[in-house]
């Protein structure tokens, strides 16, 4: 049979419910219960931004960062988890009000690569190689108030330096096309890998893709999966699902758009992932109306669907699809799709 796949979130995937229009909805929860949560619900690994992991990290020296990220990586050990990746989250500090690696002032640049070299000693703390870079504030509200064609060399120069500061680390960027930038640089996976193929050492540089990010750049996200990974790029995904152009919903996998996900999954599948070792990572949220002690189930549906399409992708009739594309019949194609799908005779 095949290999199974493993599933991996994030701390901010159980969340106090809190929006930009509201207050907090739920109790936080703690970090250790967290742990214990993630494989009591059947995942294998946590993502982690670098003060997920250790608090205050500007405040600490390599050495301090690498010894408190030991320490959650025993935490960790204990539940027979590991950890995926380490973020350098940039965008919760003042300083970095107007991006990191792009901001126009010239010590806030040092300050982004000062503070993504400690989210590195983090990760060596944790055991991972994977650095993620979301580039959250790295964009413009107004076109004019930043030069674009400075701000992607600064973006290589930020990633050369990751680089440089560890022989072992590679780094998967994840694009966005918007939010909070009105206009964000590196906004697919194409832009993602063409700033890839320019680093010091273009193969530790590769990509994750998020479902509601491709969604939200007007993409397909399979096509888009299937662009990293016919090139060897796709480091790490984060499945979720977005209700078209609208704020970054983190909706559970598959809820608005179960075709989009059965073909995410199909190109997953037919490219061998699960083979390949990667995380199937959800970034997905619960509904700020979904109420404390019920707060889990985003994560446990996107996981029960994930799994769910992997059989439906599986047992779906290759005899047929491979006649109607010769018979160039797309009309029945779709319709068989949509008819295993629904569980139609
Ligand atoms: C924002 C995101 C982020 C990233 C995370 C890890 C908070 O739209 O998707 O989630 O996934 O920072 O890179
Ligand atoms: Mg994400």
Known sequence: MTTAYRFSFGPWNIHTGA?????????????????????????????????DAVPEPEKKTPAQLEKAAVEVRKILEAEGLAAEFVAPRLWENP??????????????????????????????????????????????????????????KYLLAAINAMLEYDKEIEIAIEPKPNEPTDHAYIPTIGHALALASQAADPSRVGGLIETAHALLAGLDPSDEMAFALSLGKLWSVHLNDQNGLKFDEDKSFGMANLRAAYNQVRILELAGYAESGRYIGLDVKALRTQKAGADLRHLTNSRQLFLALVEKVRTFDRKLEQQCVADRDYEALEMAVIAHLMGLK
């Open 19 to 51: 929006d930009p229009f509201g207050p907090e909805v739920r109790p936080a929860i703690a970090f250790g219960r967290k742990v214990k949560l993630c494989r009591e619900l059947g995942f294998q690994a946590m993502q982690f931004h670098d003060d």
């Open 95 to 152: 300083l970095g009000i107007d991006g990191g690696y792009t901001a126009n002032d010239p010590a806030v640049r040092h300050w982004a690569i000062e503070r993504s070299k400690k989210a590195i000693d983090i990760a060596r703390g944790l055991g991972t190689k994977l650095m993620v870079l979301w580039l959250a504030r790295e964009g413009t509200y107004i076109r004019e108030s930043k030069n674009a064609l400075d701000s992607h």
